[in-house]
């Protein structure tokens, strides 16, 4: 049997027809500290199918950064399972799961975590190059993203010469570079004021619903989220639909 079988008789069923892009599977995540055992994520279920956006709307502490760096294969889980397209992922060598990292998710983090060193178009080839893309090809794209995002006359600017906004809107480009299917956004607008954040939000939902990516955003912004497909919590490490 191979893996999409095994996925798709355990993810949920949304449309009997479609994988989800990410299903998280009773996944537990405990912290220890001193004395102190920290159950972060303790039975946490997550299905989200392309095309969706899904805010992660939780307080500090939650365990939101967790959630996404386990979605992101960036770190693994305790216990349960993360399938990526179906894909279950847990017993994959890391060399398999950086590949479906690099092309197939991309991030979002509250600071942009851009190079200083290189100009913008630079900072977007950068990961279709790494990917195996030729530097023509990763131009044009680099080039039709950041004309997308409103920055077509920022191409060769450093970070340090872009304003807040325009940093994060770069990291959108950058995130979304080699078209990944999962998008996951860690308070992307958490260090912009008010406008700004509106601003770099709406252009980043535009580029989700244009891409049909599934997202996951996690957001204090209540106004934010209310624009979203879904809502979600945290609550005893278990994930809450929220109306
Ligand atoms: P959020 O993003 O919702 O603010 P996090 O996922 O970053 O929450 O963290 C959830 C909890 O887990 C926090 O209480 C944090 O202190 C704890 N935690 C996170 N990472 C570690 C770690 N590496 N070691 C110990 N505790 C951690
Ligand atoms: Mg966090």
């Given at each position: 049997m191979s893996d999409v079988d095994q996925a798709e008789n355990v993810a949920p069923a949304q449309d009997e027809q479609e994988i989800p892009v990410l299903y998280l599977q009773a996944v537990e995540r405990t912290y220890t500290q001193g004395d102190a055992t920290l159950h972060?994520?303790?039975g946490a279920e997550l299905a989200i199918w392309a095309g969706q956006s899904v805010a992660l709307v939780?307080?500090?502490?939650?365990g939101k950064s967790t959630l996404l760096h386990i979605s992101g294969l960036l770190e693994h889980p305790d216990h349960g399972e993360v399938y990526i397209d179906g894909r279950a992922t847990a017993i994959l060598p890391d060399q398999e799961r950086t590949r479906i990292r690099r092309n197939e998710i991309g991030f979002i983090y509250q600071?942009?975590?851009?190079?200083?060193?290189?100009?913008a178009i630079e900072n977007v080839l950068l990961p279709q190059m790494i990917r195996g893309l030729s530097r023509a090809e990763a131009r044009k794209r680099g080039e039709e993203l950041l004309a997308y995002l409103g920055l077509s006359g920022r191409l060769h600017h450093r970070p340090a010469e872009l304003s807040g906004g325009e940093q994060q809107r770069v990291a959108i480009a950058r995130a979304v570079a080699n078209a990944p299917r999962l998008l996951l956004a860690d308070?992307?607008?958490?260090?912009?004021d008010v406008h700004t954040a509106d601003h770099v939000f709406n252009a980043l939902m535009q580029l989700v619903r244009a891409s049909g990516l599934a997202t996951i955003i996690a957001t204090h912004n209540m106004e934010l989220a209310a624009r979203m497909d879904r809502r979600v919590t945290l609550k005893e490490g278990k994930v809450v639909e929220l109306p």
């Amino acid at each position: 049997m191979s893996d999409v079988d095994q996925a798709e008789n355990v993810a949920p069923a949304q449309d009997e027809q479609e994988i989800p892009v990410l299903y998280l599977q009773a996944v537990e995540r405990t912290y220890t500290q001193g004395d102190a055992t920290l159950h972060i994520l303790s039975g946490a279920e997550l299905a989200i199918w392309a095309g969706q956006s899904v805010a992660l709307v939780a307080p500090s502490g939650a365990g939101k950064s967790t959630l996404l760096h386990i979605s992101g294969l960036l770190e693994h889980p305790d216990h349960g399972e993360v399938y990526i397209d179906g894909r279950a992922t847990a017993i994959l060598p890391d060399q398999e799961r950086t590949r479906i990292r690099r092309n197939e998710i991309g991030f979002i983090y509250q600071s942009h975590h851009l190079l200083p060193e290189f100009t913008a178009i630079e900072n977007v080839l950068l990961p279709q190059m790494i990917r195996g893309l030729s530097r023509a090809e990763a131009r044009k794209r680099g080039e039709e993203l950041l004309a997308y995002l409103g920055l077509s006359g920022r191409l060769h600017h450093r970070p340090a010469e872009l304003s807040g906004g325009e940093q994060q809107r770069v990291a959108i480009a950058r995130a979304v570079a080699n078209a990944p299917r999962l998008l996951l956004a860690d308070e992307p607008t958490g260090n912009l004021d008010v406008h700004t954040a509106d601003h770099v939000f709406n252009a980043l939902m535009q580029l989700v619903r244009a891409s049909g990516l599934a997202t996951i955003i996690a957001t204090h912004n209540m106004e934010l989220a209310a624009r979203m497909d879904r809502r979600v919590t945290l609550k005893e490490g278990k994930v809450v639909e929220l109306p």
